[in-house]
């Protein structure tokens, strides 16, 4: 079973404005990924963040971490066509165990 | 370099048939994963091996899936007796090895369409 929710399931928004979605998990964790899936790329790592970390960009995006909450954020600024997909939160690993364990995922569309 | 590869990239199988789900890992990963992803869902841990042992099978739903990788490279993933609500993606991935080495990179999945 799934332990992650991802909000909102579904964003819209004009290409360039920002985006944000949030991720929220139940157990403690050693690591976050966030992942990016569309028809044309398949699934595609996009950051790690570590449960010692509070925060990490990777150009455009940027993934805070509360563990303190068990959440986790990805902003996506300055929008483009090109981020139209799902994005997945995705727990792991985690205390020698290897396996990542997906949210629900957001899909985003971006407006032209 | 090549990512990871699956085929066939699209079964149709009758209810009842076995179907067999190939994964190539990227050249030299140590770990590979299969995960099985509905629609509209997030994938689902299946299985996972490091090398040739497989490690942990607790994401198999039933005794009709079976996953293999017997000389540590290839894998295939083996669904016998298939049933509708098998339909799904199926997704496969690979890891380096070490601790920086946490990023799993997939495959382009194989749609699995049962009727």
């Known amino acids: 079973s799934q332990q992650g929710e991802e909000d909102p399931q579904a964003l819209s928004i004009q290409e360039g404005e920002n985006a944000t979605m949030n991720c929220s998990y139940k157990?403690?964790?050693?690591?976050l990924q966030w992942y990016r899936q569309n028809s044309g790329r398949g699934l595609v790592h996009l950051i790690l963040?570590?449960?010692?970390?509070r925060e990490k960009h990777s150009g455009r995006l940027r993934v805070t971490l509360d563990t303190s909450k068990k959440s986790s954020s990805l902003l996506i600024t300055a929008s483009r066509a090109a981020d139209t997909a799902s994005y997945f939160c995705?727990?792991?690993?985690?205390?020698?165990?290897?396996?990542?364990?997906f949210g629900t995922g957001t899909r985003l569309t971006i407006i032209p | 370099g090549a990512g990871v590869s699956q085929s066939p990239r699209y079964k149709v199988a009758k209810r009842g048939q076995d179907v067999a789900l190939r994964c190539d890992p990227i050249?030299?990963?140590?770990?590979l994963f299969w995960y099985q992803q509905a629609l509209g869902q997030g994938p689902e841990f299946l299985t996972y091996?490091?090398?040739?042992?497989?490690?942990?099978k607790s994401g198999l739903p039933s005794d009709r899936f079976f996953a293999e990788r017997p000389e540590g490279s290839v894998s295939t993933l083996k669904i016998q007796r298939t049933q509708q609500e098998d339909s799904a993606v199926y997704l496969c991935?690979?890891?380096?090895?070490?601790?920086?080495?946490?990023?799993?990179?997939f495959g382009p999945g194989t749609r699995l369409l049962v009727l």
């Open positions: 991935a690979s890891k380096g090895w070490g601790t920086i080495q946490e990023t799993q990179y």
């Open positions: 157990t403690s964790i050693n690591n």
């Open positions: 963040i570590r449960s010692n970390e």
């Open positions: 995705a727990r792991g690993p985690n205390f020698g165990n290897e396996k990542l364990t």
């Open positions: 050249s030299g990963h140590v770990s």
């Open positions: 091996f490091q090398n040739e042992a497989q490690l942990d």
